[in-house]
Nanobody, 111 residues
Framework: VQLQASGGGLVQAGGSLRLSCAAS????????MAWYRQAPGKQRDVVAR???????VYADSVKGRFTISRDNAKNAVYLQMNSLKPEDTAVYYC??????WGQGTQVTVSS
């Protein structure tokens, strides 16, 4: 199983980014998929999760600003991030169960 994340970058506060994660090496339509993030010196925390049926759960810190979605035909998961804040700065990782991680993509939000 391989997960390839992309879409990170540098953006000013209030801006938007869209992260993408392409999965390969299996069929993921029945898998939970998620985005995590890890800021320097902090633990890796879940940002958003989406089940195979499309049910979503968000961390309180991103509710109303981030949207997770998936395209099962493409084995892909996305994270639309709006109204970005400096505290959103982190390396973002995509994840699918049971324990598969992408390589991470850096998101930096300047104030």
């Amino acid at each position: 199983v391989q997960l390839q994340a992309s879409g990170g970058g540098l953006v000013q506060a209030g801006g938007s980014l869209r992260l993408s994660c392409a999965a390969s090496g299996g069929i993921f339509s029945r898998n939970l998929m998620a985005w995590y993030r890890q800021a320097p010196g902090k633990q890796r925390d879940v940002v958003a999760r989406i089940t195979s049926s499309g049910s979503t759960v968000y961390a309180d810190s991103v509710k109303g600003r981030f949207t997770i979605s998936r395209d099962n035909a493409k084995n892909a998961v996305y994270l639309q991030m709006n109204s970005l804040k400096p505290e959103d700065t982190a390396v973002y990782y995509c994840y699918t169960n049971p324990d598969n991680w992408g390589q991470g993509t850096q998101v930096t939000v300047s104030s």
